[in-house]
C-alpha cells in the first residue's frame, strides 16, 4: 500500500526553524511530484511548496519565498520541508502528497493520488 508518514511538527518561537519530514512507502518520491500542503484552523488547505520527480524544479507559495525549502532524499525515500524564520500565520497541519505524474503542474488537490496523515505545526510564543 502506498502512503506517506510525516513527522517533525511541533511548537515553535516566531523567528524559530523547524523541518518536516515525509517518508513515502509502496513506492518511490523521485517518480512523483511531491508538495506540501497545510491547512490552518478555520481555513481551507492551500498548497505550500512542491518538487518535481527529478528534483530539477520547485516552487514555493509567495508567503513562504525566502523562508521554506523544499528537498528530498532519494536514498531515504524522504521529502523534507526546512522551515526558517516561521511566523503565526504558519501555524497548521501539515501534509504531504505526491502527484501522479514526474512533472508538477500546480496544487489543485484532486490531482494528488497519495496523502499522508499530516503534522502539526504551532507557531507562538
Known amino acids: 500500500q502506498s502512503q506517506f508518514v510525516e513527522s517533525g511538527g511541533g511548537l515553535v518561537q516566531p523567528g524559530g526553524s523547524l523541518r518536516l519530514s515525509c517518508v513515502a512507502s509502496?513506492?518511490?518520491?523521485?517518480?512523483?511530484?511531491i508538495a506540501w500542503f497545510r491547512q490552518a484552523p478555520g481555513k481551507e488547505r492551500e498548497g505550500v511548496s512542491w518538487?518535481?520527480?527529478?528534483?530539477?524544479?520547485?516552487n514555493a507559495r509567495d508567503s513562504v519565498k525566502g523562508r521554506f525549502t523544499i528537498s528530498r532524499s532519494n536514498a531515504k525515500n524522504t521529502v523534507y520541508l526546512q522551515m526558517n524564520n516561521v511566523k503565526p500565520d504558519d501555524t497548521g497541519v501539515y501534509y504531504c502528497?505526491?502527484?501522479?505524474?514526474?512533472?508538477?503542474?500546480?496544487?489543485?488537490?484532486?490531482?494528488?493520488?497519495?496523502w499522508g496523515q499530516g503534522t502539526q505545526v504551532t507557531v507562538s510564543s
Open positions: 502528497a505526491a502527484y501522479g505524474r514526474y512533472y508538477c503542474s500546480g496544487y489543485v488537490e484532486s490531482d494528488y493520488n497519495y
Open positions: 509502496g513506492f518511490t518520491v523521485n517518480t512523483y511530484c
Open positions: 518538487i518535481s520527480g527529478n528534483g530539477g524544479s520547485t
